[in-house]
């Protein structure tokens, strides 16, 4: 291990310049503009295993490729499935970021770029680790097989096919994922569970076209304050979704869960200063952290209509839009709570205005086995990387394929993720710690070594 760890010293100026051309491409797999981009983004990380000694092939599918890797050399050694994905989220609004979001450049210790921790950054120390056994032994302590897709920031929408119909040959004893985050910096983590999601579109209509609203307000309905009624009645004042059903199949956290969470070092001052908020607030009984990884919740994400220009417009608008979701928490599922959700929304929606009602992508809910052999490897190799144990946690963040990973390969997933919680995914200014960055690709080369020992 140490050669290992001198060899990627060695190389670290080389691989964060590869690192750097692969967070050039943007790979935005929402906007079909970009798909050409997403495509390259996927031939760059099939030619980077290539360049490692690693079979990979792209793998078309309705949407964006999937890139396909094995090195099945290790005669009797476990099989280990990584998965990650080389997608990312739109960089809007561009106005706010400091430097170009596809300009990737390091300032006061951090990589700034779309995708730099989610899940570029992450993801490419896999490719490394592979990269690193290979030049410093000539090969892998275990058989390693690649998923590497380009459509998670979509919903995963042809992934589950794809595993359906490669049931075989994605055989493996166990998925490693890296694309979460550690629990705070120098703290590394592995999180055992996630939360679902369900995606709702909702389009309230009230007249035919927009109206002047001195001569036609007070007597119909608004669309936008029909809208924002009803997103209003799906929550009490105690933070409780109204929804009837919704909680059923909610699991309880245990009470050692819950004392266990207490153990952690969070503090909630610092969770709200890493926001910005004016102060924390969330469901009635429940702390910070049973909020984020234990319960679920319903947040409107975007919310559109009427006049929103310059100045003052007296309009009564004819339509308005809003996108929310739900995070999930086993043993909730997406279908039940999308039916729920649908009859909940139907029966507030008054006589006076039309609203349609549209589901989105959704994904399950997970918690997995912490007793696999692989976590052991992979609680080893945090220690080695980061010089400090990992701590056990869940994530409030979603990667709907692990449930597939349980469900159709009916392997567990270990979630060995690099990032911190204050990386600004989704967001302008995502960024990725330098220290994250080396202590990644020691990580995911040292996860190869231990499991090759378990
Ligand atoms: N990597 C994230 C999920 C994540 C981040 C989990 C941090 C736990 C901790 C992933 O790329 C993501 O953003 N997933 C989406 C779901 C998807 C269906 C769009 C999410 O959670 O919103
Ligand atoms: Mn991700
Ligand atoms: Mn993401």
């Known amino acids: 291990m140490k050669d290992l760890r001198t060899w990627l010293d060695a190389n670290a100026e080389r691989h964060l310049g590869e690192l750097f051309d692969l967070l050039r491409i943007p790979s935005v797999s929402t906007d079909p503009n970009h798909a050409g981009d997403v495509r390259r983004a996927g031939e760059w990380v099939r030619d980077k295993l290539a360049a490692a000694g690693v079979h ?85 302590p275990v058989n390693v097989k690649y998923v590497i897709e380009g459509e998670e920031e979509v919903g995963s929408k042809n992934l589950e096919n ?44 009230g007249p035919t076209h927009d109206l002047h609203s001195g001569l036609y307000g007070g007597t119909v309905a608004n669309p936008i304050n029909v809208l924002c009624d009803i997103i209003s009645a799906l929550k009490d004042d105690d933070g409780h979704i109204t929804v009837p059903g919704f909680y059923d199949d909610v699991r309880d956290l245990t009470q050692e869960e819950r004392d266990a969470w207490k153990l952690l070092p969070h503090s909630d001052e610092v969770w709200r200063a890493s926001c910005g908020a004016e102060t924390l607030t969330g469901e009635a009984g429940f702390s910070t952290l049973e909020r984020r990884w234990g319960r679920p919740t319903l947040d409107c994400n975007g919310i559109w209509g009427g006049f929103t220009g310059e100045g003052a417009k007296t309009v009564l608008p004819a339509k308005a839009t809003a996108k929310f979701s739900c995070r999930l928490v086993p043993d909730q599922t997406p279908e039940k709570i999308e039916d729920l959700m649908e009859a909940a929304v139907s029966k507030l929606a008054p006589d006076s205005v039309r609203v349609t009602f549209r589901r989105m992508h959704g994904g399950r809910p997970v918690v997995v086995d912490t007793t696999h052999p692989a976590v052991g490897a992979a609680r080893a190799a945090l220690t080695d990387a980061f010089g400090a144990e990992a701590v056990f946690i869940r994530g409030g963040g979603s990667i709907p394929v692990v449930a597939d990973f349980s469900t159709i390969l009916e392997i567990p997933s270990v979630l060995m993720g690099f990032g911190l919680p204050d990386d600004r995914l989704h967001s302008p200014n995502e960024k990725y710690d330098l220290a994250c960055f080396h202590g990644g690709l020691l990580g995911a080369t040292f996860f190869l070594s231990h499991y090759g020992k378990a």
């Open 56 to 140: 990979a092939e792209l793998h078309d599918t309705p949407g964006h490729p999937i890139v396909y890797g094995e090195w099945l050399g290790a005669e009797g050694a476990p099989t280990v499935l990584v998965y990650g994905h080389y997608d990312v989220q739109p960089p809007d609004p561009l106005d706010e970021w400091v430097t170009g979001p596809f300009e990737p450049t390091v300032r006061e210790g951090r990589i700034y770029a779309r995708g730099a921790t989610d899940d570029k950054g992450q993801m490419y120390a896999h490719l490394v680790a592979a990269e690193a056994h290979m030049a410093v032994n000539g090969r892998l």
């Open 162 to 205: 794809y595993i359906r119909a490669n049931k075989e040959r994605l055989k493996a004893d166990v998925v490693v994922i890296s694309d979460t985050s550690m629990f705070a910096p120098g703290v590394p983590a592995i999180v055992y569970g996630l939360r679902g999601l369900s995606y709702f579109e909702m389009t309230v209509e």
